[in-house]
T-cell receptor
Framework: TQLLEQSPQFLSIQEGENLTVYCNSS?????LQWYRQEPGEGPVLLVT?????EVKKLKRLTFQFGDARKDSSLHITAAQPGDTGLYLC???????????FGKGTLLTVNP | NAGVTQTPKFQVLKTGQSMTLQCAQD?????MYWYRQDPGMGLRLIYY???????DKGEVPNGYNVSRLNKREFSLRLESAAPSQTSVYFC????????????FGQGTRLTVV
């Protein structure tokens, strides 16, 4: 079983602060995805990283895939209240296309 | 632009009752998934189907059965509901291959009393 550990589990910050959340595993993934989920909704994809060492930017969000493709990080610059939500990482590995999720980081950005 | 449609959105069952959660996607995806989400537990995979006619167990399959009726539909059945199955259930679909994006339904909030 491929496990993804996310940290921290909860994060409460003030508007304008920077933050980083982590997604770690002992397994190698062919790709790793980050989703954001808002209350009462299903998760929505933010980004997919595929290549070890890859960095992708989405406005104020920066995603990095570890060199060994076992871990990833999400950095948010100058957080806004609209960034509030549950951030989930998901890994896909092997030939069966199974998508495994971490437990998520619940982010609250206070105005 | 329906995407992934789940029914029902809410359901209350008594212990021992059975029910089927329905899921349909209109994106011609090969893979479909059923997850349950509990507080502090993230999304846990119950069953998935990589193609029509195939199903495989995920992390927490006990107490559930699935049926991939055709390429569009993937149903989840609880034969004898238990309070431990109180949860929010999400269906998702994706195309096969690398870098695939999973599209989720809006969820079914199930309470077993």
């Amino acid at each position: 079983t491929q496990l993804l550990e996310q940290s921290p589990q909860f994060l409460s910050i003030q508007e304008g602060e920077n933050l980083t959340v982590y997604c770690n595993s002992s397994s190698v993934f062919s790709s790793l995805q980050w989703y954001r989920q808002e209350p009462g909704e299903g998760p929505v994809l933010l980004v997919t990283v595929v290549t070890g060492g890859e960095v992708k930017k989405l406005k104020r969000l920066t995603f990095q895939f570890g060199d060994a493709r076992k871990d990833s990080s999400l950095h948010i610059t100058a957080a806004q209240p609209g960034d509030t939500g549950l951030y989930l990482c998901a890994g896909q590995g092997g030939s069966n296309y199974k998508l495994t999720f971490g437990k998520g980081t619940l982010l609250t950005v206070n105005p | 632009n329906a995407g992934v449609t789940q029914t029902p959105k809410f359901q209350v069952l008594k212990t021992g009752q059975s029910m089927t959660l329905q899921c349909a996607q209109d994106m011609n995806h090969n893979s479909m998934y059923w997850y349950r989400q509990d507080p502090g537990m993230g999304l846990r995979l119950i069953y998935y189907s990589a193609s029509e006619g195939t199903t495989d167990k995920g992390e927490v399959p006990n107490g559930y059965n699935v049926s991939r009726l055709n390429k569009r539909e993937f149903s989840l059945r609880l034969e004898s509901a238990a309070p431990s199955q109180t949860s929010v259930y999400f269906c998702a679909s994706s195309s096969n291959g690398g870098q695939t994006e999973a599209f989720f339904g809006q969820g079914t909030r199930l309470t077993v009393v």
